[in-house]
């Protein structure tokens, strides 16, 4: 993995962030389809950033196959401060790719507003592109 292609993953991930964070400020009251929307943009958002932290585990030398071994070695690495927490985003990024229940649906778009949302953002804070 060059440096060029992680700045690349790294722009789209932020640009992904930013549409979530919109998503979020949205009013849930005008229907499902916000929390639809906002569920998708989620998933979007884990996509690229465990993509973002494999190539910068790569760069640096560590391979890592899956999402849940690049979140371990990530955590290792200080990639990541709340492992943890991200293996429970993982985890409800899978539940959201898989199985469509309203209840659980509503449940994850709470989780993803109160604290998935923010090791997402501080994920990208710490991403330090400059440095490579």
């Known amino acids: 993995m ?3 292609r992680i700045k690349e993953i790294y722009l789209d991930y932020k640009k992904a962030l930013e549409r979530l964070k919109a998503a979020l400020n949205e009013d849930t009251a ?16 884990f996509e690229l950033a465990w993509k973002l932290a494999k190539a910068l585990l790569s760069f640096g030398g560590i391979e890592a196959g899956t999402p849940r071994m690049v979140v371990k070695e990530a955590h290792q690495a ?15 990024r899978n539940k959201t790719s898989h199985i469509y229940d ?3 649906a509503l449940r ?15 994920f990208c804070k710490a991403v330090d592109t400059d440095a490579l």
């Open 30 to 45: 005008k229907g499902s389809i916000i929390v639809d929307g906002t569920i998708q943009r989620f998933e979007f958002c």
């Open 78 to 92: 200080n990639l990541i401060k709340d492992g943890q927490g991200w293996i429970d985003m993982l985890e409800d």
């Open 2 to 4: 060059n440096r060029e």
């Open 108 to 122: 994850i778009y709470k989780k993803i507003k109160g604290s998935h949302f923010k090791l997402l953002s501080n």
């Open 102 to 104: 309203e209840k659980q």
